[in-house]
């Protein structure tokens, strides 16, 4: 069982960055025992996949943020990043973190564990 709440949502203009964080408080398990991804979600839309990190898979992202996103994961701080340049107003959403035992999953029912979501917004 994991605890997440993530940080560094806000407005941006289009071509801007934001490096989001995920803090993460493991109970019993370690930190590195969990497959990290990140999630948005817009308003009418269905929760999608954005970026993920594993020790096994290492970093896999949605074709739509490749070049411009990257994901990170510190171990030792039981934290996990996204950077994002390059915004664009299609990017606005609610960023969620969310974690896995074991494998990298791509799809939100792979995913038991959540945090409460960062807005991002870019403007035009």
């Known amino acids: 069982q994991v605890q997440l709440v993530e940080s560094g949502g806000g407005l941006v203009q289009a071509g801007g960055s934001l490096r989001l964080s995920c803090a993460v408080a493991a109970s019993g398990r370690a930190f590195s025992w969990y497959a990290m991804a990140w999630f948005r979600q817009s308003p009418g839309k269905e929760r999608e996949f954005v970026a993920g990190i594993s020790w096994s898979d290492g970093s896999k992202y949605a074709d739509s943020v490749k070049g411009r996103f990257t994901i990170s994961r510190d171990n030792a701080k039981n934290t996990v990043y996204l950077q994002m340049n390059s915004l664009k107003p299609e990017d606005t959403a609610v960023y969620y973190c969310?974690?896995?035992?074991?494998?990298?999953?791509?799809?939100?029912?792979?995913?038991?564990?959540w945090g409460r979501g960062t807005q991002v917004t870019v403007s035009s």
């Open positions: 969310a974690a896995r035992g074991g494998s990298l999953g791509y799809s939100r029912t792979a995913y038991d564990n």
